[in-house]
């Protein structure tokens, strides 16, 4: 059973900055492809980066430009720094697998005042 613990949210002003981690208790870690997700209240969940075991990273149009999702095989970690936040930011953020996902953790929830 993967478990996955994400942190590093908080709240923050337009324009500010978050670093997301997530830990995850995944054998197959460094083969893994990895992924943020969010929901925002009254929301689905949606993808918002991505990032191969070996480094190659896809990004929301959303996100583009302003978010840098990162790996650190050896950890089991996976990042995600969050610049020029937007009040539309704000949501649940979660990691876990791009596919077949494992049981979603408790998500870190992530507020951006206008």
């Known amino acids: 059973q993967v478990q996955l613990v994400e942190s590093g949210g908080g709240l923050v002003q337009a324009g500010g900055s978050l670093r997301l981690s997530c830990v995850a208790a995944?054998?197959?870690?460094?083969?893994?492809?990895m992924a943020w997700y969010r929901q925002a209240p009254g929301k689905e969940r949606e993808l918002v980066a991505s990032?191969?075991?070996?480094?190659?990273?896809s990004y929301a149009d959303s996100a583009k430009g302003r978010f840098t999702i990162s790996r650190d095989n050896a950890k089991k970690m996976v990042y995600l720094q969050m610049n020029s936040l937007k009040p539309e930011d704000t949501a649940v953020y979660y990691c876990?697998?791009?596919?077949?996902?494992?049981?979603w953790g408790q998500g870190t929830q992530v507020t951006v005042s206008s």
């Open positions: 995944e054998i197959f870690f460094r083969v893994t492809t």
């Open positions: 990032i191969t075991g070996s480094g190659e990273t």
């Open positions: 876990n697998r791009r596919s077949s996902f494992a049981s």
